[in-house]
């Protein structure tokens, strides 16, 4: 595993093009595209303000830089770096600005989403798109780009929206069965809608792509709903966290549940591996690592008890948005694994067994679970804590790895680059490139660090 | 009674009102009186007696107590102290018979009291110890049935209690319950309230957007603009077309082509796991035929009617879903078919095992006197001692086969050499051996020779003497005939010295080289096979013999090998036997030995080298 030196950046901004080619960062007010083999600078831009948010168009040709504070929108040209291209909101404002999936077009929603803009970079014609429901993931594209989902609200009710990405037609609109929907999103094949309703309830409703109510699931009543939805990426099942703190997979056939995952504090079945993360004197471990770690190592280490249980958070139930449930869940590329998190025990992460549907192996960290991200290419996961390593799961083990440098890099969030050979991990002010080696070499650091039970 | 009150003397009005109490009770009967006696009499009350005794009769008053006690005596019923009075002025005189008769009577009488006194005295103590400990009984009941009481009356204060706490708790539960009904209607009306004031509020704010949007788009805000270099091409390179119905029907056909080929593609994934499933039930079924066909005949032959139908169905079906086209067609028509054979096949298999279980359970019941049926616990002891000896052949064909390789793979100079020098040895031990079979055979050879030579010797003197005999008989002969007599003796005596001589010659001649030939021959022999014994391991000129004699113990080795193979274990081999057949066995036993060491060290290193990694 080989670190890249430490570049600058600001507000956690730094994506990978979708080509995998270029390297987008932000510091300030400009904007560093690198390339990701060589890290040499390509394109420098400035934009006019501190940028808030920037995105790739989905051909990698065009990089859009929002500035909502000053309602701004500039998009830049990879091929011609003299081109440039800003949109104003003016006194609108603006809160969010995305791509349409065909990379040609923009939508801006204005402050109070009183509506969407399209602007499109091909011609003169501006959209708008009116009542926008201020809502958790209000817009969401099809994989293939075709069609855009987007939640509604009017006379209190709430609507979906199904447009035709190509001419911004309007194919389908209905009403959903919802007290205030909080979030929709596309099955991975396109032809699914799942919409959510709010935490007061829980209620999931999924919709055909022509608009048909395919089927309502609604686990229990009174109490907290839904905190998070994922589709596997062969769209077969839809895991449902919730703030009961289980996950229950739906199944893509009758649309009722199959399992659920319940996430206990005390793992009693001792067949479930449990890395917990220790603290280690330096010399030991570690040692194999390409790079030189310059400090303590914390090898994840199995723990071989029949009962183990996990360090839990008392939640604060007077407040809103309280930290239980499942607030974060993702599956494995190959649809084979489930990464979840729940909120109460924040310094765990569940990896569940999809194909057997059981608890697969639970990492304990020393610190809170901030975010994590699978592998594009095979069932890996890294994990970070805001702390200055770095975490890796694979079935076949466990490792933790020291960012080098001066000071901590706390690793504050990370992205896979698409091959799965390298990743940028961003602290607060930088971010760096970690590059893993071969499968070979990671495979038996990753025997050499994992326990056996 | 009133008679006697008057009659009684005053002066024991006292005593006699006693004794009239008695008097007045003697027409009961005297054994009464006795017991009342005895009731009333005590031991102070004898003493008082005797004191008034005493005093009772005195000197003046003799006449007037024995007439006292005469009446008294007759009262009591015994006879009169006095004699009959013949006539009535004569006075009467005592009786004192009947007076030592009525004393003896009194005292026999006094006896008996006392006697029966004790008695009583004794039952009566018996009585009261008897109703001491009755007593004490009955008060020890009493206080258990207090304390009984007192339980009772606890247990019921707790009943009591319990049932007011569950009451209470009734009570609190129902309040509870109450008021979680309250709260959800509470919670309910707040979410109505909540949600009328979010409508309301969203109205509000509706209309506000709607004013915000009037006054901040509607109105010509040049800033709310798009600042762009030149337009880009799309990135289909198609130019944008305009939006008319026509789009519109065509967004509708793709939309639905997508759906459409989304459930195709479904469809698609469910008729490959519909016709997996399928195969797997073919199979099944054609498992469960297969299986249930042996046992057909069985059944049928029992009485069982409704098994035996089945089955004929069944075949019913095997014969119709033999055919492949069956599993092509829609699941609708041959689901029915399908499921009731399933069915069918099922139940009749479920009733085959449930029978099959009868039997074990019957055979369970009834196999420990049966000798017959071999009982689970031995099959299963007798499958692993199979299956261990098993193993263990299949360990030998392997250090067997590991010592085939090693044989044909070991063929460099050191395993050869040893291999040969192996063989060497082995033909200098079975020449020895050869060597002193052959020393024996000679020595016997001698022995007898000798004895050959001495029966040789021995007839030679008696012929010897026979010949002396003989001359002297014939010099005798010849001393009595004449002179021409002597002659004859000459050509006689030629004659008989020329074939006695012969005779005599051969002899010795054969008996001489026997004594001779053995000779060479020990001396011959012993020097050749020394040197042969010697040049054995080195000179060329012996090898093609020893290569004959390797062959040779080669085949009998491989013969003796196979015995060993089949009927001794090597163990056994390895040790001493003065056969020569074995001996030479034991060689290859012995070389087993050490190979099956190689083995054994080849699988150690083996087992490390896999404990390595």
């Given at each position: ?201 829980y ?16 686990a229990y009543?009174?109490s907290l709903g839904i905190k998070s ?8 099942f839809?895991a449902v966290g919730s703030y009961d703190g289980k996950v229950r997979i739906l ?6 549940m199959i399992t659920e995952f319940g996430h206990p504090a005390a793992i009693n079945d001792?067949k479930i591996?449990v ?32 009962k183990f249980s996990l360090q839990t958070l008392?939640p ?8 239980i449930g499942i607030g974060m869940l ?8 489930l990464a979840t998190r729940n909120d109460n025990i924040p310094?765990a992460v569940w990896v569940w067994d999809i194909?057997k549907l059981r608890l697969f192996a639970v990492l304990e ?89 | ?613």
């Amino acid at each position: 595993m080989n670190f890249s030196e430490v570049f600058k950046l600001s507000s956690l901004l730094c994506k990978f093009s979708p080509d995998g080619k270029y390297l987008a960062s932000c510091v300030q007010y400009r904007l560093v595209v690198r390339d990701v083999n060589t890290l040499q600078i390509l394109q420098l831009y400035t934009c006019l303000d501190q940028i808030q948010h920037i995105e790739w168009s989905a051909d990698s040709l065009f990089i859009l830089c929002a500035m909502y504070k000053r309602g701004l929108v500039q998009v830049w040209s990879l091929e011609q770096p003299e081109w440039h291209c800003k949109i104003d909101e003016g006194s609108a404002g603006l809160v969010a600005s995305c791509w349409s999936p065909d990379g040609r077009h923009i939508l801006n929603t204005t402050e109070f989403h009183l509506r969407i803009t399209v602007w499109s970079l091909c011609t003169k014609s501006v959209s708008y798109i009116k009542y926008p429901k201020a809502c958790l993931q209000g817009i969401t594209f099809t994989r293939d780009g075709r069609y855009m989902a987007l939640a509604e609200r009017r006379d209190c009710k709430d609507y979906v929206s199904i447009f035709v990405c190509s001419d911004w037609q309007l194919l389908r609109h209905f009403d959903t069965d919802t007290q205030d929907l909080t979030g929709i999103e596309w099955a991975p094949n396109g032809c699914v809608l799942a919409v959510w309703d709010t935490c007061l309830e829980y209620k999931i409703l999924l919709y055909s792509l022509d608009g048909r109510l395919l089927s309502t699931y609604s686990a229990y009543e009174w109490s907290l709903g839904i905190k998070s939805v994922a589709w596997s990426p062969s769209s077969q099942f839809l895991a449902v966290g919730s703030y009961d703190g289980k996950v229950r997979i739906l199944n893509h056939v009758t649309w009722k549940m199959i399992t659920e995952f319940g996430h206990p504090a005390a793992i009693n079945d001792p067949k479930i591996v449990v890395y917990k993360e220790a603290e280690k004197s330096p010399q030991l471990g570690l040692g194999c690592l390409s790079f030189p770690p310059p400090r303590a190592g914390a090898g994840p280490l199995p723990s071989s008890e029949s009962k183990f249980s996990l360090q839990t958070l008392k939640p604060v139930t007077d407040r809103a948005n309280p930290k239980i449930g499942i607030g974060m869940l993702a599956f494995s590329p190959d649809s084979y694994f489930l990464a979840t998190r729940n909120d109460n025990i924040p310094n765990a992460v569940w990896v569940w067994d999809i194909q057997k549907l059981r608890l697969f192996a639970v990492l304990e960290q020393l610190s809170p679970v901030r975010a994590f991200q699978w592998d594009p290419q095979q069932p890996r996961l890294a994990i970070c804590t805001g702390g200055s390593r770095l975490y890796l799961w694979s079935p076949a083990g466990c490792m933790s790895v020291q960012v080098p440098g001066e000071g901590d890099f706390a690793v504050l969030s990370l992205c896979w680059h698409l091959s799965g050979d390298s990743m940028a991990l961003l602290s607060k002010d930088h971010f760096c490139l970690c590059f893993l080696e071969t499968e070979a070499v990671v495979g038996t650091a990753c025997r050499q660090l994992g326990g056996h039970t | 009674m009133g008679d006697w009150m008057t009659v009684t003397d005053p002066g024991l009005s006292s005593e006699s009102k006693t004794i009239s109490q008695y008097t007045s009770e003697t027409k009961m009967s005297p054994s009464s009186l006795y017991s009342q006696q005895v009731l009333c009499s005590s031991i102070p009350l004898s003493k008082n007696v005797h004191s008034f005794f005493s005093a009772f009769c005195t000197e003046d008053n003799i006449e007037q107590s024995i007439s006292y006690l005469d009446q008294e005596l007759t009262t009591f019923g015994f006879p009169s102290l006095y004699e009959e009075s013949k006539g009535k002025e004569t006075k009467r005189e005592l009786n004192i018979v009947a007076v030592l008769n009525c004393m003896n009577e009194l005292l026999v009488l006094q006896r008996k009291n006392l006697l029966a006194q004790e008695n009583v005295e004794t039952q009566n103590l018996k009585l009261g110890s008897d109703m001491d400990h009755l007593q004490s009984c009955y008060s020890k009941l009493k206080e258990q049935l207090e304390t009984s009481r007192r339980e009772m009356i606890g247990l019921q204060e707790r009943d009591r209690q319990l049932q007011c706490k569950n009451r209470n708790l009734h009570q609190l539960l129902k309040n509870e319950k109450d008021e979680v009904q309250k709260l959800q209607n509470i919670i309910a009306s707040r979410a109505t309230q909540y949600n009328h004031d979010m409508k309301r509020k969203e109205r509000e704010y509706n209309k506000l957007k709607e004013r915000l949007h009037q006054l901040v788009m509607n109105k010509k805000d040049k800033k709310i603009a798009m600042d762009i270099l030149n337009y880009v091409g799309r990135a289909d390179g198609k130019r944008g077309s305009w939006r008319t119905g026509k789009t519109e029907a065509r967004n509708e056909d793709e939309m639905y082509k997508i759906l459409l080929n989304d459930y195709e593609y479904r469809q698609k994934q469910i008729l490959m796991e519909n016709a997996e499933l399928k195969k797997v039930l073919q199979q099944m079924k054609k498992e469960m035929i297969s299986l249930l066909s042996p046992q057909k005949k069985k059944p049928r032959e029992r009485v069982d009617d409704s098994t035996g139908t089945v089955i004929s169905d069944v075949e019913e079906d095997a014969g119709e879903l033999s055919r492949e086209s069956m599993w092509d067609l829609s699941c609708e028509t041959v689901r029915e078919q399908l499921t009731n054979s399933i069915r069918k096949q099922w139940r009749i298999l479920k009733s085959h095992v449930e029978k099959l279980d009868n039997q074990v359970s019957k055979v369970h019941l009834e196999g420990f006197n049966d000798e017959d049926v071999i009982s689970r616990q031995d099959h299963e002891q007798e499958t692993e001692k199979l299956e261990l000896e098993i193993q263990q052949c299949k360990e030998m064909i392997k250090t067997q086969q590991q010592l085939l390789q090693q044989l044909a793979t070991a063929y460099d100079d050191d395993t050869t050499s040893l291999l040969r020098d192996c063989y060497l040895l082995e033909e200098k031990e079975r020449l020895k051996e050869e060597w002193s079979l052959f020393k024996e055979q000679k020595k016997n050879f001698e022995r007898e020779r000798r004895s050959f030579t001495e029966a040789a010797i021995r007839l030679g003197l008696e012929r010897k003497a026979f010949e002396e005999e003989r001359a002297s008989w014939l010099k005798q002969q010849f001393l009595n005939m004449t002179t021409f007599d002597h002659q004859n003796s000459e050509n006689v005596k030629l004659f008989s010295a020329f074939s006695g001589s012969s005779d005599w010659d051969n002899l010795i001649v054969h008996s001489r080289q026997p004594q001779k030939k053995p000779h060479s021959v020990s001396n011959g022999s012993p020097v050749c096979m020394s040197k042969l014994t010697k040049s054995l391991p080195a000179s060329p000129s012996t090898s093609d013999f020893c290569q004959t004699r390797s062959c040779i113990s080669e085949h009998s080795s491989i013969n003796v090998l196979n015995i060993t193979a089949e009927e001794i274990k090597p163990n056994q081999v390895g040790g001493e036997c003065t056969n020569q057949k074995w001996s030479v066995a034991s060689r290859p036993g012995s070389q087993e030995g050490c190979y099956s060491g190689c083995s054994l060290s080849y699988t150690n290193s083996h087992v490390e080298k896999d404990d390595l990694p």
